[in-house]
Every structure is written in structure tokens, then in C-alpha cells.
């Protein structure tokens, strides 16, 4: 089965705990607060305001290609078929944020019920956000693409649960040549080659020489890894596989598959390198399984994807985004693993990433336990609504004119929930100059630069890149005197970022 997407990098490192084995970059001093995180990258409304723990979710500023005034009509339906309310909306038979189903574990799908719905036995236990904007990265002009989001629990494992029909949109949108990385992938700009640093210097550490080996590296992006592969572990071979792959090998011992995994004969391997593509993937089961048969003997399994634990646990709708399938904690990636006959011999998760590395085994037997990740789930609702209605308020109260900082899905997604498409007192501020001028899909102000001079007059300034808090809150107080008693958090904490 192919992959959702092309997003080969979107784990974030940021500042927890450190672990001598997964040591994450670390962001140089002088440009902390330039620093754009992936996903934990996180007033006063000119709109009504919704009912407390309630997102307005469909106060859009329509995309060109929707009807003036209708959010995206075709695509603005839940996972039942029903138009979600105005107010965050789902069915019956879902939660809608602040107000989680009870468990139905036991329940029995009706014969009736779509197969994509009977999947899991907790599939009647939902989570219904309603309409998110579709997240492809800073835009050149104003205007979101509104598409349903739905989460709930299958074989153990929190899931993007909407229709074929929905996915298929979510795959075609992301497929065009407009895609933007949510984190730039090694090689492509410098916070991608911190990581793909920190990555290699994992999988070093971990797995040694690679002297001899054949290796595919699955969803590559670049050929960052795949020269350095070769280059410092001495890999004999290495097979880069991505449809969006558009370099041309410098080696003779690199070979480039354009085209998904899954889809195309591949040599067996001794390694397979997997960095942050997973967590994209339709049907783990069937790709899980590819990965297995294509491993030689001893073979094994170099696994990257984002850890969702802190992020659900902290209701960060930051998380949220359509081209992520999956939200893994590091007991759900095992469980999923060891079903599909890849035992876990390694793992670590810090800064919100889960690194783990698998050999074929036979598979466990049974289903993966549902109850946690469904626990998981309601805790994530609750906290969002909590999460949303402090938002809210803080953003209505906090003196003007007001700095957000932090261009990501996080406030994208925040701005859409609210309804907080227009504001003359709220001014967007980056740190990464790529975002400079374009616009978030759900605000109408373009984005400036961290550096602006302008920064200056800000009386309040609230921080959306969470994982980044601490390092932005100091950077803003060097460059522009701004004291830390104007500087606030957009969650309650210090975000997911934080032990």
C-alpha cells in the first residue's frame, strides 16, 4: 500500500530530557527564536465568541477553489456523512471536543455499519473535531481548505478515522508539486540536516558499521541520509525509495526507486530506514509486513516517527494534522510492530520522538489491546476543550497590539477552531524566513520575521511554538527587550516539549 504523503521529516526535537543514545540538535543561541518546529509548534475575536470548550469550527475564510461563504461544501462532511454543527459538530454516534463518548468496547458494529467504520472494536468511540484546515505549510494568499477531522482507535493505535472517500482527497492534496514539508527533511534546509545529523548519529550509535550492507531507506525525501549511509557507515548499496525524489545519485552505490513502497520490486535488504513515514501510512498491517519479507536473515528495522504521547496527554491541537494517520505513543509503535512480525530489540523516545530498531520475528498473536489508547483518546478531547477555551480567553484579554509567534499547524488549527480569521491587533511573527509574507491558511495578515524591527511595539507577545517556549521567551528578550512578564504560553504548560 502506498504511503498518505510525501512528508519524509516531520518529528520534532525540542527541549526535554536528553538521553546519551538520542542527544537531539541542539538550536544555536542566536537564532533560538527562529527555531519552526513541526507540529508542538503551537486575543480577541472579532467573531462571537462560541460557548466555552466548544470550537467554532466552521468560521472559514473560504480557499479560492470553495464557494464564496461555504466551507468547502464537498468535503465538509463527518465521518457519518453528516455536516458537522457549526460549533465543532459530529454525529450520535461520536464525541465532539469537551464532551467524549463513553467507552463502547464492547459494543457489537452492526452488520450494516461501513466496513471502514467496523475496523476497531471501540470504533463508535470518536473524537469529531468538525472541519481543520488542511495544513500544507505558509500559503502565498489567505484561505483554507476546511476537510473533516476524526480521530478514534483501531488495533490499538489512535487513527485518523474518516471515510476511503475522505482519505482519497487528503492523499491527492498532498500528492501536487505545492506540498510543503511540515518539518524541512535532511538536506533541504539547516533544521532538516540538525535532524537527519541527529537521526544518523542514533542509528550509529545503535546499529555501528554498516560495511558491506544493503539498505532501503523508505520515504527519503533527499539523498541526505542515503549518501551519508554510504559515506561515514560504509553501506555497500542503498536504495532510496519516494515518488517525490527529484535528486540524481552523485554515487554509483545509490540507486533511486521513484515511486511508493509497496509498489515496486525492491533488492532484499540488511537495513531498512524508515524516518518518519509511518506515521503517513494507510494500512500499517500490509506495509509492516512488506518491510518484514523484504529483510534478510538478521536483518533489521531503523524506525523514526513522532511520539504522540505528550501531545494527546496535553490536548495540543497541534497534533492534529490530515496527513498524519496515526499518532503513536511508544507501547501502541511495539504493539503494532510485534503484530506484524517485527520484534522491537531497542527503542527510546525523547523530545517527542520514538526511535526504535526491529528484526523479523513470528507475529504475536491476538489483538492489540484497545482500552488505553482509547483512554488516551477521551483524556486528549477533554484537555483540547480545556486547551481551546483558555486559548480563547487569553487571546480576548491580553493587551494590544498582540504577537503571535510561531507560524504553525498548531495556530493554524487554533485560528480555525476559533473562528479568528481577521484581527487588525494581532500581528504573525516567525523565525524562519521562508515563511516571510506568506499567510496562514485561516488568518488574512501576512507573516513577518522574528528580526522585524516592528516586534518592538508588540505589548503582548503569546507563543504557539511550544516546544521551542523557553528558547524563544530568552531569544525575544535579547533581540527586542521584550520582558518575560509580556510573554505567554499558548498552552498551560510548558507544552509537550517538556519533561
Not at 395 to 400: C, G, P, V
Not at 480 to 490: E, N
Amino acid at each position: 500500500m502506498t504511503t498518505a504523503c510525501r512528508n519524509a521529516s516531520c518529528a520534532a526535537a525540542g527541549g526535554g530530557g536528553r538521553s546519551p543514545s538520542t542527544t537531539p540538535p541542539t538550536t544555536p543561541s542566536t537564532s533560538s527564536i527562529y527555531a519552526t518546529p513541526r507540529a508542538p509548534s503551537r486575543r480577541r475575536s472579532s467573531a462571537a465568541a462560541p460557548a466555552p470548550g466548544t470550537p467554532a469550527a466552521a468560521a472559514w475564510s473560504p480557499s479560492p477553489s470553495s464557494p464564496r461563504g461555504s466551507p468547502a461544501t464537498s468535503a465538509a462532511r463527518s465521518s457519518t456523512g453528516r455536516r458537522p454543527s457549526r460549533a465543532g459538530g459530529g454525529s450520535s454516534t461520536g464525541s465532539t471536543i469537551g464532551a467524549p463518548a463513553p467507552s463502547s468496547a464492547t459494543a457489537t458494529p452492526s452488520p450494516s455499519t461501513p466496513a471502514w467504520r467496523r475496523s476497531s472494536p471501540v470504533a463508535a468511540e470518536r473524537l469529531d473535531l468538525g472541519l481543520l484546515p488542511l495544513w500544507r505549510g505558509p500559503q502565498e494568499r489567505p484561505g483554507a481548505t476546511p476537510l473533516p477531522f476524526v480521530l478514534g482507535v483501531e488495533a490499538g493505535v489512535v487513527r485518523l478515522a474518516l471515510p476511503p472517500a475522505e482519505l482519497a482527497r487528503i492523499t491527492a492534496a498532498y500528492a501536487g508539486d505545492g506540498y510543503g514539508f511540515i518539518t524541512s527533511p535532511p538536506g533541504s534546509s539547516s533544521w532538516g540536516d540538525r535532524l537527519g545529523e541527529w537521526y544518523l548519529e542514533v542509528l550509529a550509535r545503535r546499529l555501528g558499521s554498516l560495511a558491506g550492507q544493503r539498505v532501503v531507506e523508505i520515504g527519503s525525501g533527499t539523498l541526505y541520509v542515503a549518501e551519508r549511509l554510504v559515506e561515514r557507515l560504509g553501506a555497500a548499496r542503498v536504495t532510496a525509495c519516494d515518488p517525490a525524489l527529484r535528486q540524481t545519485p552523485r554515487s554509483p552505490a545509490i540507486a533511486v526507486e521513484r515511486a511508493y513502497f509497496g509498489t515496486v520490486d525492491l533488492p532484499p535488504a540488511d537495513l531498512v530506514v524508515s524516518l518518519n513515514t509511518l506515521e503517513h501510512v494507510p494500512d500499517l498491517g500490509p506495509h509492516l509486513r512488506a518491510i518484514r519479507r523484504l529483510l534478510r536473515p538478521g536483518g533489521r528495522l531503523f524506525l523514526v516517527v513522532p511520539d504522540c504521547s505528550r501531545g494527546l496527554a496535553a490536548g495540543d491541537v497541534g497534533i492534529c494534522v490530515h496527513e498524519h494517520l496515526s499518532y503513536f505513543t511508544p507501547d501502541s509503535l511495539l504493539a503494532t510492530l510485534a503484530a506484524n512480525g517485527l520484534e522491537t530489540t531497542w527503542h527510546d523516545s525523547r523530545e517527542d520522538t520514538i526511535f526504535a530498531v526491529a528484526r523479523p520475528a513470528k507475529p504475536v498473536a491476538g489483538r492489540p489491546d484497545d482500552r488505553r489508547p482509547a483512554a488516551l483518546l477521551a483524556r486528549f478531547g477533554r484537555a483540547l476543550a480545556a486547551n481551546l477555551a483558555r486559548a480563547r480567553q487569553l487571546l480576548q484579554t491580553l493587551e494590544r497590539p498582540l504577537a503571535c509567534h510561531g507560524c504553525s499547524v498548531h495556530l493554524s488549527n487554533l485560528f480555525g477552531l476559533l473562528g479568528l480569521e481577521h484581527d487588525p491587533s494581532i500581528t504573525l511573527f516567525d523565525g524562519d524566513e521562508r515563511k516571510v509574507g506568506r499567510y496562514l491558511p485561516t488568518f488574512d495578515r501576512p507573516i513577518r520575521s522574528a528580526r522585524d524591527p516592528s516586534y518592538r511595539r508588540m505589548a503582548s507577545v503569546v507563543v504557539a511554538a511550544m516546544t521551542y517556549y523557553r528558547e524563544i521567551a530568552e531569544g525575544l528578550g535579547r533581540e527586542h527587550g521584550i520582558p518575560p512578564a509580556r510573554i505567554h504560553p499558548i498552552l498551560p504548560s510548558g507544552g509537550p516539549g517538556d519533561d
